[in-house]
């Protein structure tokens, strides 16, 4: 009967290593599912953030264009036989129509390609 006793004691402290093993991995997965929730919503308001910023860049660089336009409308106005102004002005018009939609990965366009191009014209 002892013997009995005792083969049911360690399967008794096996089943209570196996329970407390168990308890632990469940506990680190719940920590980890936890620290993924908080990083996901980390992510989410940095994306709200950036998605914001681009819409002020977007207003800069509208208001910006439309400053230069009309400073260079002023500057043909007052000197037409002059026309050094018109690769800039087409360069601004060309950006307006390149200008990225709101989408998650925004295009950027190389300013020294676009540069070259709009000294090629001259």
């Not at 000197?79 to 690769?87: A, C, T, V």
């Not at 129509?97 to 295009?107: D, V």
Request: proline share 4%; with cysteine; hydrophobic share 30%.
């Amino acid at each position: 009967m002892d013997i009995h006793i005792e083969t049911l004691s360690n399967k008794l402290n096996e089943m209570d290593r196996f329970a407390a093993d168990t308890n632990g991995i469940l506990n680190e997965m719940k920590q980890w599912v936890t620290d993924l929730v908080e990083e996901t919503s980390r992510q989410r308001q940095c994306a709200t953030d950036n998605e914001e910023e681009l819409i002020w860049v977007k207003r800069d660089f509208e208001s910006l264009k439309a400053h230069v336009s009309s400073l260079i409308s002023v500057r043909e106005t007052l000197y037409p036989q002059k026309s050094s102004f018109r690769p800039v002005r087409s360069f601004l018009n060309g950006q307006s129509e390149k200008q990225p939609t709101m989408s998650k990965e925004p295009k950027f366009h190389n300013p020294q390609t676009q540069n070259k191009k709009m000294h090629a014209g001259q």
